[in-house]
C-alpha cells in the first residue's frame, strides 16, 4: 500500500487578496512572509524523513513550500503537472468579489466557491478534468511505488480533488479546499485500486 501526504502550499500574497491564483505564476503568487513561516513550523512539527520521496507541482509557490520542507530531510525530488492548481482560465489573476458579482450563478451561495459550471464561463479546467488527472496521479504512483511513502506538495483544490476521489463523493462542493500548509494523508492500494481517506487538513 502506498501512503500519500498531500500538502498544501503556504500563503501567497494572492491568497490575502482574495485572487483566483490557479496557474498564474507571478510573484504575488510565491509565498509571502507569513506563508513562509507556515512552511517553516510544519517543517518543524512534521518531520519528512520518514518518506521515500517527495513530488511537487512546478508552480514556484510549491516549488519554495518543498524546498523549505525538504531542508533537512533532502528527499529525492521530482515535479508533475499533474499536481498544479485547477487553471480558471481567463478568471485567472481576478479578485474574486469582482466575479461573484458579475458572475454570481457560478458561485455557492453557502462557501463562496465557484460551481462547477464555472469552466463554461471562464474558458478554464471543469473539475472533472482536474479529478481525473490526480486520479491517474494516483494509480501511476501507487503502481510504481507500491510500498513507499511519498509527500506531495500541491494545491488546494488539487487536495480537495484527491480527497474528492478518494471518498467517491457526490456533491461537488462536498469537500472544500484546506488549509495553506495543511497536512492530507490518503492511501492507494495498486492492485485493489482502493483508496482511503485517514486525514484531511491536518495543521501541526
Known amino acids: 500500500m502506498t501512503e500519500f501526504y498531500f500538502i498544501r ?30 512552511v517553516t513550523r510544519l517543517h518543524e512539527h512534521f518531520d ?9 507541482s512546478p508552480l514556484e509557490r510549491t516549488k519554495q513550500t518543498a524546498a523549505i520542507l525538504n531542508a533537512t530531510a533532502k528527499l529525492p525530488v521530482s515535479y508533475d503537472e499533474r499536481l498544479t492548481e485547477i487553471s480558471y482560465g481567463e478568471w485567472d489573476g481576478l479578485p474574486n468579489a469582482t466575479l461573484q458579482k458579475q458572475f454570481p450563478a457560478a458561485f455557492s451561495l453557502a462557501t463562496g466557491d465557484v460551481l462547477p459550471s464555472y469552466a463554461v464561463l471562464a474558458n478554464g479546467e471543469t473539475f ?20 513507499q511513502r511519498l509527500i506531495i506538495v500541491t494545491h488546494g483544490f488539487t487536495v480537495r480533488s484527491f480527497a474528492y476521489n478518494a471518498v467517491q463523493a457526490s456533491d461537488p462542493l462536498a469537500i472544500l479546499e484546506p488549509d495553506n500548509a495543511s497536512v492530507t494523508k490518503i492511501t492507494g492500494d ?13 495543521l501541526f
Open 190 to 202: 495498486a492492485k485493489t485500486k482502493q483508496l482511503a481517506l485517514i486525514y484531511y487538513n491536518r
Open 128 to 147: 472533472a478534468a482536474v479529478e481525473q488527472r490526480t486520479a491517474d496521479f494516483m494509480a501511476e504512483m501507487a503502481t510504481r511505488y507500491p510500498t
Open 9 to 38: 502550499h503556504g500563503q501567497t500574497l494572492a491568497n490575502t487578496q482574495g485572487v483566483k491564483q490557479g496557474t498564474t505564476n507571478t510573484p504575488a503568487t510565491y509565498l509571502n512572509k507569513t506563508g513562509k513561516a507556515q
Open 48 to 56: 519528512i524523513s520518514f518518506a521515500d520521496r517527495l513530488l511537487s
